[in-house]
């Protein structure tokens, strides 16, 4: 690595690896700025891309092929990298603190933690998996996965929380790829999914044709839909871990479901530890940002992806947003770096999403516009999701980022 011998006159400190952070990490690597020590605190090496985490799931995309390389993409940035986690922030002194180092200086702070489900409100959530942070779901998955390898003639109960779309998405993702071993197994068991949604339909952001086609295909596919419950209590039945035991998954109606896993997809939470800070937060903990992805109390400090709300332009908590804030917050981090304005930046109102449904095929959605489970939408999905990652493997410059 080639070693930056200008003085050193700011600290730019990013808290975590997501995906404005990748963005920006790459651009900071294809347009160095002198004078500046770049620091990214992450609590692992990789991040996943959260476009093909649901292929992983199915089977369809290694690891490898759904994780940026956090570690090699610090270093293409003349980075500092500290593996570790951000636990609060000394805003009177501009210092990170963190669970395991020491306290790391910056002028100019950027932060990009993502979100976790929110499972306080719920008695024995603790027994639940959440889907993020997802290294831990992919423990989880990946036990179970050798635990139908082993025990092939055992019975599988699996229980989602949450009929958003990544709850959807993971109920047929998880469903594919179990049933492809099923049909190289004899004695598979029987599968039973159920989906839980405590709204009277599933996806309710998206527009009518899409929740009519999504709960069709579900129905089709032989899910258990659990619509209008909210759960309430999740009670271990001689319960010794969470990848073993049977669980009582019981909702407000008095509906009572037994599963072996229950993962949990449903609204988004901020950490607790942005609670001690002075940043400006809305109701559920995510920092205000203004229009230029800055903090409506501390100019200095920015902030993207699902932990940041922009004032202006509130959006769902989407990965398509985060990755559209990378150039711009790139940008901005330049600016304030060289002592300039930093310039606002609007997100678009819609957008194309593409719901993988654990075939290889995917379902198109923009605005009123619904296009049902396709073959090629699928390789459309797999095109776009393919070339984002490329960038990093191959250091692609500035113009695939636009």
């Known amino acids: 690595m080639q070693q930056n011998t200008q003085p050193i006159v700011k600290d730019l400190v990013l808290i975590g690896g ?14 160095p700025l002198p004078g500046v020590r770049l620091t990214l605190i992450t609590e692992a090496s990789d991040t996943p ?24 993409l610090a270093q293409f940035a003349q980075a500092q990298l500290y593996i570790d986690k951000a636990v609060g922030l000394d805003l009177k002194n501009n210092k990170v603190f963190c669970a395991n180092c020491s306290p790391v200086a910056f002028d100019v702070l950027s932060i990009d933690i993502g979100s976790t489900p929110s499972m306080l409100s719920v008695s024995g959530a603790e027994y639940a998996i959440p889907a993020k942070p997802v290294a831990q779901l992919l423990k989880h998955w990946y036990q179970l996965l050798e635990d139908v390898a082993e025990n092939p ?32 197994e004899k004695n598979f068991p029987e599968l039973e999914i159920h989906l839980f949604q ?26 258990q839909l659990h619509l209008g419950e909210s759960v309430c209590q999740v009670a271990p039945n001689n319960f010794s871990s969470i990848e073993k ?15 072996d896993r ?41 902030a993207t992806g699902d932990i940041a709300t922009m004032v202006n332009h509130p959006r769902p908590k989407a990965g398509v947003f985060a990755v559209r804030q990378g150039k711009p917050l790139f940008e901005n981090l330049q600016r304030i770096l060289l002592g300039k304005s930093p310039k606002p930046y609007k997100p678009q109102k ?17 605005g009123f516009f619904t296009l049902p489970p396709h073959k090629l939408l699928w390789r459309l999905k797999d095109s776009i999701d393919r070339r984002f990652m490329q960038r990093f493997s191959e250091g692609l410059g500035e113009s695939v980022l636009d």
């Open 18 to 31: 997501g995906h404005s952070h990748a963005i920006a990490l790459l651009m900071f690597g294809m347009k």
């Open 49 to 72: 891309y959260s476009g093909m985490l649901p292929g992983h799931i199915a089977g369809f995309y290694t690891h490898d092929e759904c994780h940026i390389d956090l570690q090699g």
């Open 153 to 184: 003639e055992k019975l599988i109960r699996i229980g989602i929380v949450g009929g958003g779309a990544g709850g959807v998405e993971l109920a047929l993702s998880m469903q594919a790829h179990l049933l492809a071993i099923k049909k190289r």
């Open 198 to 223: 405590r709204d009277a339909e599933l996806m309710p952001h998206y527009h009518p044709s899409v929740r009519r086609l999504v709960t069709q295909l579900l129905i089709k596919r032989g899910m």
């Open 245 to 259: 035991g049977e669980l009582n998954i019981i909702c407000e109606s008095g509906l009572k479901v037994k599963c």
């Open 262 to 302: 229950l993962f949990w997809v449903t609204q988004a939470s901020a950490p607790q530890w942005l609670k001690t800070t002075e940043l400006a937060t809305d109701e559920l903990g995510f920092i205000l940002v203004d229009d230029t992805l800055r903090s409506l109390t501390h100019p200095h400090i920015f």
């Open 350 to 366: 819609q957008y194309l999403s593409l719901i993988g449904t654990g075939d290889k095929r995917a379902i198109a959605t923009r």
